[in-house]
């Protein structure tokens, strides 16, 4: 027999179908995260770019040049400007004592197990998921049967009690995974339950109480809803835009805009820093 009759049996090509859908998979989630990411900045980019336009009438709804003379009158007018100072007060203020409050609760809930823990639960997640219309008409409703004048303390009140439920549910999801070990070995060394708190809980969780604050500031100054109820004569930034969007909304509110936009990444990105150089310290 030959060598050209002999025939090599067929060699079996390897099956590349799993890593070739596994391929395409991430290359579309991949896609689909941009796209994602890309749909919530374009508002962003939109209110950054008409802080620059150089805009002669009364309304910022089309392109008409690039200026920086906003950022110089940013504070020219001074309705606007009293309407920032009070949302940033009240933010503050709401940021910080729901913090405080949302902390406990948070920790609580995440380490011990007590008789109204789950009626607890119930209510925190009932106030984070309610309507704010719902939360707005019912705060409304207790103030005045209270007697108590709608102003800025009613809207610092109201923001304090719709973002502690936020607060709480972060911190409680830190301290859900906390290792208890340490704070074992803390007690072992003579360490009182209010040393060990301070010296070695909270450190632990104070990522997750910045986070809850920064949340809290967040919703508290771009808060629209229940504002609008408790409110009163009191104008926040919110309201004022609002307002205004009848005769035309200045350049000034998104330059204050693009400032906030700004401060909150400059926080987030020096939180961000500061997080990885502990983690190369430890």
Request: aromatic share 12%.
């Amino acid at each position: 027999m030959s060598v050209s009759t002999l025939q090599r049996p067929p060699v079996e090509q390897p099956v590349r179908t799993g890593r070739r859908r596994r391929f395409t998979g991430q290359s579309m989630l991949f896609l689909y995260t941009w796209l994602v990411i890309i749909w919530l900045v374009i508002p962003i980019f939109v209110m950054i770019a008409f802080a620059f336009n150089d805009t002669h009438g009364r309304y910022n709804q089309s392109w008409e040049g690039f200026t920086f003379k906003w950022w110089g009158k940013v504070f020219e007018i001074e309705d606007l400007t009293k309407a920032l100072w009070t949302s940033l007060i009240i933010a503050v203020i709401s940021s910080l004592v729901s913090a405080a409050m949302g902390t406990g609760i948070g920790y609580a809930l995440g380490r011990y197990r007590f008789r109204g823990s789950g009626t607890l639960n119930v209510v925190m997640f009932s106030t984070i998921s309610s309507p704010e219309l719902i939360m707005g008409a019912s705060l409304l409703s207790l103030f005045v049967s209270a007697n108590l004048g709608l102003g800025a303390v009613t809207i610092t009140i109201a923001h304090i009690m719709f973002s502690i439920s936020f607060v709480a549910a972060i911190v409680r999801a830190r301290v859900v995974t906390l290792d208890r070990s340490i704070e074992e070995a803390a007690a072992d060394l003579g360490a009182t339950p209010w040393t060990t708190f301070w010296k070695v809980t909270f450190p632990l969780i104070l990522p997750a109480v910045f986070s809850g604050i920064l949340l809290a500031f967040a919703l508290s100054i771009d808060d629209f809803v229940v504002t609008n109820f408790t409110a009163g004569s009191v104008t926040t930034f919110p309201l004022w835009i609002w307002g205004s969007t009848r005769v035309g909304l200045p350049p000034q509110v998104n330059v204050m805009g693009t400032m906030i936009f700004a401060a909150g990444v400059l926080i987030a990105v020096v939180t961000n820093i500061r997080s990885r150089q502990g983690k190369r310290d430890r």
